[in-house]
């Protein structure tokens, strides 16, 4: 292995570990043989035996993690604590955390000797989400155990490394009960500042995604612990068994600054061997030794195989999809507005206090079944080119169409099955039509379908207990099309799923509900087939499907507070809640422009894809609403789409009150950092984080062809703003030099 250059005689300095057993306050870790944890509030707990204890690594920094310690308490629920630190000069402050019921953070503290402070946003995500390093395969419940994953995952803050820091005070969340979201806090680490030019290597991985120039991609972390500006790194992967085919280049890195690389190798062999990742500039270098696993071998039907799989880059970098929920529910179309999903209209019939059952008696009568609603679902005005046409119009990079929602009905010709939409209804196979006028109009998207796991009411497995019947009299009501008498799960619903992978060669799966399944054995030969074909491509899937295999995790209306390093996607309808069209609600209810574009732009800032929905009517026409609310997205995404697209999340901070920052992903061409303001700014606009700016660098306007005016003033970056440009969301460009 040839030797790194010795350009850089300034070490870099290791991370500190801080102890806080001192602020313990909360017993979240349990034993076989000691239950007394009880992390959430309503006994939950993380198990002893799934987690490692002492000295651990995640994402490339190294904590002291309490693991199976004896301590009664071994993390902190964030009430506003302040807590002392080692007195130094630190770039960054690194945690290892939790929530429970739900993401929760808030706004940390630096307090440093002269007595002022800065502050960072710090959160974590769901303990139940499955999306940190840290990771264990089920918990403890109060009577036992749940089989489920929970992970602890990673924050960090930015510390301004010119003022010595002295404290650091924790945001304020609620205390763990149960039903409230609480942040705990298991470890905290400092990465102090180094002297002169000083270059890190951390986490540096083999992946299984497909880089652009064919192979396989090794990921690092490449830090600047300097002091001073680090300028044309390139990153290159070392080791028998593979030679570098794309290195990696970071143009530009202020003191503390990070990038995620991508860098592309063939493997000529297959295997796990030693290899290390090395970055180096003029002035700096460094390496980090790793174990890569060269070859992406077949998948098999087990946890450990699946986990390698992980969302591809072309997901990563798209940000943007549609979601379609369409099916008999589009028929009746009814709920109260802003209450609860239309699409489950069937599963509201049954209860004699919601709304739709009184509904649904005055409009249609208490004799007339759900599945009356077939012969009404015609899709007589569906036209697949004009919706592709649609959503490329606006501006999304994917789609993902209800092949079955929970009702059953399958918008495709399902041979394990009568009830789809080529042997009832429309009699047309709907979800082929509209992959292939995506295939012929619009090849650059991609193409997605959502399958629902259970069925509320089929007879063989019925979700909601029970088989169809008539919610007044309790009769007995037919579930039309369905071959009954089978294994729900051998003989239907994963034979269902091997029909859309294998006949419709999708881009996306999107499981919902998980439940009973064979997902192992399905997501192994769909992994497989997009793998081994004449040209390989990368397919995804999310978190849904009832088992642990994941590539990304989908809160529904709602998004995280801060950045999640594992992938996510947040998912709502534009009807203020539902995904499937609802006749109740008015126009005046649904999302405007302006709330779809700080969405979209707020979930990129963190990491997250925005998958938004729309509910076309039973016909195939799409409410008129809706395609208004995605063309006047397409028409900031012409102007403004470079920074959503291909970028990913500032290191230092996601948001800053209004402000949003993302930055190009490394190796792009045309490098840049960018804040968005979601409100309009002023004649200027002042920003109060440490932005990666260099005197010489030029800061535009996106959608105004001049430089813009731009100083410093107390720390704070401030910008001279032109009157007259823009709407939605204001996209400041600064151009790396």
Sequence with gaps: ???????????????????????????????????????????????????????????????????????????????????????????????????????????????????????????????????????????????????????????????????????????????????????????????????????????????????????????????????????????????????????????????????????????????????????????????????????????????????????????????????????????????????????????????????VNAYHAATYGKDFSYDQFIQQFTASKFDPEEWVRLFEAAGAKYYVLTSKHHEGFALWDSKVSGRDSVDLGPKRDLVKELFEASRKYTPGLKNGLYFSMPEWFNPDNPWSGHGPKNPWTGAAEPYTGYQAGRDFVRDYQAPQMTELVNGYDPDVIWCDIGGANDSRRVMADYFNKAKNRAVPKDVTVDDRCGIPTHDYTTPEYATYPNTVVKKWEASRGLDPRSYGWNRATPDSMYMTADEVIDTLVDTTSKNGNFLLDIGPRADGSIPEIMQQRLRETGAWLRTNGESIYGTTYWSRMAQQGPLRFTVTTPGRTNEAFYITSLVQPGSQLVVDAPVPLKDSDKITLLGHDRPLNWTRSGGKLVVDVPQGVGQHAWVFKVALS
């Design 1 to 355: 292995m040839t030797p790194v250059p010795a350009v850089s005689a300034a070490p870099a300095p290791s991370p500190i570990t801080v102890p806080l057993t001192q602020y313990f306050d909360n017993d979240g870790i349990d034993t076989a043989s000691g239950r007394t944890g009880n992390f959430d509030g309503s006994g939950y707990a993380f198990p002893a035996e799934g987690l490692p204890s002492g000295q651990v690594t995640a994402d490339g920094v190294p904590y002291l993690f309490p693991g199976n310690s004896q301590a009664e308490n071994n993390n902190v629920v964030a009430l506003g604590q302040r807590i002392e630190l080692p007195r130094g000069r630190y770039l960054t402050l690194h945690f290892l955390l939790a929530s429970s019921y739900g993401a929760a953070g808030g706004t940390a503290t630096v307090h440093y000797a002269d007595g002022s402070s800065t502050t960072g946003s710090v959160s974590g995500p769901d303990w139940y989400s499955g999306s940190g390093p840290i990771s264990a395969p089920f918990r403890y419940s109060p009577g036992g155990t749940d089989q489920h994953p929970v992970s602890i995952g990673t924050s960090q803050v930015w510390a301004d490394p010119q003022r010595e820091a002295v404290g650091v005070t924790l945001p304020v969340t609620n205390p763990a009960v149960e039903g409230k979201s609480s942040l705990h806090v298991f470890a905290l680490s400092l990465q102090p500042v180094g002297k002169g030019s000083v270059i890190a290597v951390r986490g540096a991985r083999s992946t299984t995604k497909l880089p652009r120039v064919g192979g396989q991609t090794i990921e690092a972390t490449v830090v600047n612990l300097g002091d001073q500006w680090l300028s044309n790194v390139s990153v290159r992967a070392e080791g028998l068994g593979l030679v570098t085919l794309a290195p990696a280049s970071v143009k530009r890195l202020a003191p503390g600054e990070e990038a995620r690389v991508r860098i592309g190798i063939h493997a000529y062999r297959t295997g796990t061997f030693d290899g290390r990742v090395v970055a180096s500039s003029a002035k700096a270098s460094a390496s980090q030794d790793a174990r890569f696993t060269l070859g992406v071998t077949d998948y098999q039907a087990t946890d450990a195989s699946l986990a390698a799989h992980e969302s591809p880059y072309w997901f990563d970098d798209a940000k943007f999809g549609i979601f379609i929920h369409w099916g008999l529910y589009s028929v009746p179309a009814w709920s109260p507005p802003g209450e609860q999903y239309a699409e489950w209209y069937w599963q509201w019939m049954q209860d004699p206090a919601n709304a």
